[in-house]
């Protein structure tokens, strides 16, 4: 073998580790299809500046909502899954209703009868930022009640929880789509 032939040989098997292993360990979907995590980027809506990342991870017992949200008035502010992954509308109003596939009454995250989009509240701090993590039972990455392709919506105001069909939680101040996360 000469020594050009053995270094591309080596050079080859150099890549090939990098690719296999890089397929391994960068995916959230397994080798059946099961997504373990999920991630949506949050932008402000058009006269806005409330922007952040939240972060869907399987866990026993539902998903896990780990977020970090900027730019927001202090308070409360309603937190939803929405019927559609279209934030195309500078209101943030294409990203439609709650999400409801199993048409229930809007409440609160722990109420018998929900939206599946129904995640509550998120509160600011003074400095205007919002982190949070909680484990909710209804969402999914699976079946009706998936919550990939969907919208994400953080509000102007609190969502009171009972008020229909949106817990009157104000205009929409950011809007993202979930997608699949790397890892
Ligand atoms: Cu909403
Ligand atoms: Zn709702």
Redesign the pocket.
Known sequence: MSKGIKINFTLLIIISIISITGCVSADSVDTNGNISKAVVKLNPTDGNSAKGVVWFTKVVGGVKVEGHIEGLPIGAHGF?IHQFGDCSATNGKSAGG?F?PGGGE??SPMSES??V??LGNITADSSGSATFSFVDEIISFSGKRSILSRGVIIHEVADDLTSQ???AAGSRLACGVVGIAKN
């Open positions: 939803h709650h409801n809007h409440g929900r939206h989009g129904d069909p949106t817990g």
